[in-house]
């Protein structure tokens, strides 16, 4: 089971066999009220409020957005514009100081087998859920297709290819009945029968364990050749049912949803628990000194958390939200996870490529054979540079998903991912211009 | 605490190792077994040519990168490869200055002229090589064996016809064995098919080269030759044939950057060398070839562009 081009990097899997341990109480958290994809939301809290664990602090009216809930008690200390970690542009965000007491919201349990789809939806919506595999697309946006596009496929995404990165792969061994809850719970949601739940060879007894849990349920456990980017949307859908999700398009056009490890569980979380999403596993790995999967509390500080895994090993250089593939590099470490972190990647020295340099494309075609959409990197990288977005956008740019195998691999290190994403950055400029224009 | 600094760049943050220096470092080594054994057989003056064509190279190029202020021992690396390949085409008797000329022509025309690192459409090496089969016909023709004078076995095919060029070397099997073994008149580095293939299977395993390319190529000549009524094995062996196909029909910077164009490429070489052999005035039809598809590589390349991934369901949906 696999598609087309990806590569094979070193995986460092360092954490894949470290249990899941819960992080300490922040003292202070802050949470930047664009948590997600999509609108941002308004407080609903204002300066000086007492507020609970699990309480929601803001939210807006708009669709694709989801609430966002305090993660631990205390007083709401400021509500201020403060650097996003991931763009550095200033969004309102809300500090909030602990109490140390941890008070919680109250969380019911609910009897949930009877509910139907469309009550489950808004509980999703309600607490906070959003897709935890990094982009953090509003999950019930994810649930409700629109009429004329039925879905008949629900995969799960355990592939986890991203170097480094544990998350999934504890939750699977750990959570296993609460996973197979939310996977329960989604498929009702969407109404379809068949579901694969999408995992990469190299992680044996999350695919053993799973088998053995899921017979009779009509769950489909795949094992996935281990390459990535195998966890990317379209090649999790191209592996497992050869259907390709076309282009500019969503997988629902092809009847597909995708949904992540973690996602499942804070579904199975919500419905079941009551239980809004105010915290979530990472991964603190790379260039520390006591790697771990932290079981963290939304809007903690990066420092604090890597300090609880044995803090920097050797001058830290890069701190990258994410997996080294996809992630984001950071430009400090006072910054505060959001809900769509999987993971803290520390690289010092050894790990950076000093090597990059200003060679020119020595043409060798790696990048093309290796790109999984098929595409000409070097070119649409060569066309950006030179300013020419148009030709960049002939030869679709678009369609990257900036999964980085093309650069991976080039012989003379050209930022390739970098030139493409600006030229993608330009062309959506272009055509919001074009549309103000008519 | 002073605050830290963080770099801040595009991701990916990895990658693999994957340089050009070193993939410059592998051809170059995988050049060497072709290249030893041409000095063992031709002796101490095959080696001051290669000599001599390597270090011009190598100062040709240092020269332009001062000129363009752009100083790059990576491109100095490159020059190495160039220089060596052509010192390793060439005949073992030629005065040291023909050789100099044809990497001064190599780096500062098919290369520099042309823009440099990316931008050069020919093969360096073989435009140098081709300048000098058009200035000096005459000693780029002359070839010795064991000392002697004697015909390459592509020139004695032409000359004689193949019944009197196979009985030159006993039968048709001890011909494949003395082409094989790079017992033969010829080109410094090119008499030796197993060494040639030595090194290009150490490329290929390490991923520099695609397999493809020389296979179809030599695959190609084969089929045609055979299809002519001549005797293909013969032919394969017995000139340019495996050096062009492994070592320079293989060089990124000449061939279409796309997959399915290269395919195209590598069959429109085998087809040329072979018209060329046949039909042509040249006894040897490789180092033309490379430089017809170099002129022809943009345009496959141009027409083999892909859709990428999910639009070719579009048109099957519309239809
Ligand atoms: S062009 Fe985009 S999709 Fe293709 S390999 Fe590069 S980053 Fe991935
Ligand atoms: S991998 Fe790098 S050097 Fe090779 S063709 Fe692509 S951009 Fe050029």
């Known amino acids: ?438 | 605490m002073e605050a830290r600094k963080f770099i801040v760049e595009s991701s990916p943050h990895f990658f693999s190792a994957n340089y050009k220096y070193k993939l410059m470092g592998l051809v170059v080594i995988a050049l060497l077994p072709a290249a030893i054994l041409g000095v063992y057989n031709f002796g101490v003056h095959a080696l001051l040519i290669i000599i001599v064509s390597t270090s011009v190279a190598i100062l040709t190029e240092a020269f332009f990168n001062k000129l363009k202020k752009k100083p790059s021992a990576v491109e100095q690396g490159s020059a190495v490869v160039t220089g060596l390949l052509l010192g390793m085409i060439l005949p073992p008797t030629l005065p040291l200055w023909v050789p100099a000329i044809g990497s001064f022509v190599a780096i500062a025309i098919a290369k520099h002229a042309f823009g440099g690192a990316g931008m050069t459409i020919f093969n360096p090496a073989l435009v140098g090589r081709a300048f000098l089969v058009a200035s000096f016909p005459a000693l780029m023709a002359a070839y010795i064996l064991d000392g002697i004078t004697s015909a390459t076995p592509l020139q004695m095919l032409k000359l004689n016809g193949y019944q009197s060029a196979v009985s030159h070397f006993g039968s048709n099997m001890l011909a494949y064995k003395s082409m094989f073994l790079g017992n033969i008149a010829g080109s410094i580095g090119e008499t030796s098919a197993l060494a040639l293939l030595i090194g290009g299977l150490f490329l290929i395993f390490l991923k520099v080269i695609d397999w493809k390319i020389p296979t179809i190529y030599i695959g190609t000549v084969f089929v045609l030759t055979a299809i002519f009524g001549q005797d293909p094995i013969y032919h394969i062996l017995g000139g340019g044939l495996f050096i062009g196909a492994f070592f320079m029909a293989t060089a990124y910077e000449g061939m279409p950057i796309t997959k399915s164009g290269r395919i195209y490429f590598a069959l429109g070489l085998g087809i040329l060398t072979t018209v060329i052999r046949l039909f042509g005035g040249y006894p040897e039809g490789v180092n033309f070839s490379i430089l017809i598809m170099n002129a022809a590589a943009p345009l496959i390349e141009r027409l083999t562009i892909k859709k990428p991934f999910g639009y070719i369901k579009n048109k099957e949906k519309k239809k």
């Open chain 1, 1 to 438: 089971m696999t598609f087309k081009g990806g590569i094979h990097p070193k995986y460092n899997k360092i954490t894949a066999d470290k249990k899941i341990e819960k992080a300490n109480l922040p003292k202070k958290i802050i949470l930047p009220l664009s948590q997600h994809v999509g609108a941002p939301c308004e407080p609903i809290v204002n300066i000086g409020d007492y507020v609970k664990t699990g309480q929601k602090i803001a939210e807006t009216q708009a669709f694709v957005s989801a609430p966002i809930h305090s993660s631990i008690s205390g007083t709401v200390s400021s509500i201020e514009n403060l650097p996003h970690p991931i763009t550095g542009k200033p969004v309102n965000s809300v500090i909030i100081e602990s109490d140390e007491k941890d008070e919680k919201i109250e969380m019911q349990k609910r009897e949930y087998e009877n509910l139907p789809a469309d009550e489950l939806k808004s509980i999703i919506k309600d607490f906070g859920i959003v897709g935890l595999g990094g982009a953090a697309f509003p999950t019930h946006v994810k649930l409700s297709p629109p009429q004329e596009k039925p879905i008949d496929t629900l995969i799960i995404n355990g592939a986890e290819c991203e170097p480094f990165l544990t998350t999934d792969h504890r939750l699977m061994l750990e959570r296993t009945d609460d996973l197979i809850a939310g996977i329960r719970i989604i498929r009702k949601v969407l109404g379809v029968k068949s579901v694969f739940i999408g995992i990469e060879d190299n992680k044996h007894d999350a695919i053993k364990i799973l088998k053995e849990k899921t017979i009779g349920q009509n769950i489909k456990v795949i094992p996935l050749h281990t390459k990535y980017p195998q966890g990317g949307e379209k090649t999790l859908i191209y592996a497992i049912t050869k259907r390709k999700v076309p282009a500019g398009g969503l997988p629902m056009d092809i009847g597909c949803v995708v949904q992540n490890i973690g996602t499942a569980i804070a579904v199975y979380e919500a419905v079941a628990l009551s239980k809004p999403l105010y915290e979530r596993v990472i991964t603190i790995t790379g260039k520390v000194n006591n790697p771990k999967n932290l079981l963290v509390r939304n809007g903690a500080i990066i420092k604090d958390l890597i300090e609880q895994a044995g803090s920097y090993k050797g001058e830290p250089k890069k701190i990258i939200m994410g997996g080294p593939m996809m992630g984001f590099a950071l430009p400090a470490d006072d910054l505060p996870i959001i809900k769509g972190t999987s993971g803290l990647t520390i690289f010092n020295k050894d790990d950076i490529d000093e090597k990059r340099s200003t060679i020119e494309c020595i043409r060798c075609g790696k990048c093309i054979q290796d790109c999984p959409m098929q595409l000409n990197p070097s070119l649409i990288a060569k066309y950006a540079e030179n300013e020419r977005i148009d030709l960049a956008e002939n030869m679709y740019a678009m369609d990257c998903f900036e999964c980085g195998c093309c650069a991976f691999n080039c012989p003379t290190h050209i930022p390739l991912v970098h030139w493409i994403r600006y030229a993608k950055s330009q062309i959506l400029k272009n055509r919001a211009k074009a549309k103000d224009k008519k």
